[in-house]
């Protein structure tokens, strides 16, 4: 086994929580989200976090979080878009970009999606935010996959990576 997990990175809403899911599914490997984890282990939501406690704090618990988290093997994890760009990711990961442009993201997000997401609110600073981070990810990826496609259409290349290289 080359990497111990799959670590999904990406801008918000991309889709890393369902293509998660879904990859998951075909390798039979567990599924983690990050996000869901802080969530549940704080009993609140990401946005009463960021209200109540502020965007250090949560970062704080990112790292935390997945470090914690990677001290398993062979899982699939989702990560919230800033945890790459605020903590260090685990060295032994097999680290996949979902690349979805800005604009798909916005107009494939629901409302109630969209609402979940505090840095998401101010259209023009979460684009300056997109375009700050889109050259880190692409930096720290093993693979990048084009997400601005439905997921049935592009899964198979992170499926087929995996298998073909046995890095699970
Ligand atoms: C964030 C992304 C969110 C969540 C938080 C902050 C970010 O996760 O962790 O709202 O800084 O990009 P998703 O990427 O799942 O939306």
């Given at each position: 086994?080359?990497?111990?997990?799959?670590?999904?990175?990406?801008?918000?809403?991309?889709?890393?929580?369902?293509?998660?899911?879904?990859?998951?599914?075909?390798?039979?490997?567990?599924?983690?989200?990050?996000?869901?984890?802080?969530?549940k282990e704080l009993g609140a939501s990401i946005?009463?976090?960021?209200?109540?406690?502020?965007?250090?704090?949560?970062?704080?618990?990112?790292?935390?979080?997945?470090?914690?988290?990677?001290?398993?093997?062979?899982?699939?994890?989702?990560?919230?878009?800033?945890?790459?760009?605020?903590?260090?990711?685990?060295?032994?990961?097999?680290?996949?970009?979902?690349?979805?442009?800005?604009?798909?993201?916005?107009?494939?997000?629901?409302?109630?999606?969209?609402?979940?997401?505090p840095l998401l609110q101010d259209e023009e600073?979460?684009?300056?935010?997109?375009?700050?981070?889109?050259?880190?990810?692409?930096?720290?990826?093993?693979?990048?996959?084009?997400?601005?496609?439905?997921?049935?259409?592009?899964?198979?290349v992170i499926v087929d990576f995996i298998l073909?290289?046995?890095?699970?």
């Amino acid at each position: 086994m080359v990497y111990d997990n799959i670590v999904l990175i990406g801008f918000m809403g991309s889709g890393k929580t369902s293509v998660g899911k879904t990859l998951a599914r075909y390798l039979h490997k567990d599924f983690v989200d990050v996000d869901s984890v802080i969530e549940k282990e704080l009993g609140a939501s990401i946005n009463d976090i960021f209200k109540d406690k502020g965007e250090e704090y949560f970062r704080d618990l990112e790292q935390k979080s997945i470090n914690e988290i990677t001290k398993k093997k062979g899982q699939v994890i989702a990560t919230g878009g800033g945890l790459p760009i605020h903590s260090t990711l685990p060295k032994n990961s097999l680290v996949v970009y979902i690349d979805a442009d800005f604009d798909v993201i916005l107009n494939r997000l629901s409302q109630k999606e969209h609402a979940k997401r505090p840095l998401l609110q101010d259209e023009e600073r979460a684009r300056s935010l997109y375009a700050e981070r889109i050259n880190t990810y692409k930096e720290l990826a093993t693979l990048s996959v084009d997400a601005n496609q439905k997921i049935q259409i592009f899964i198979h290349v992170i499926v087929d990576f995996i298998l073909d290289q046995r890095v699970l």
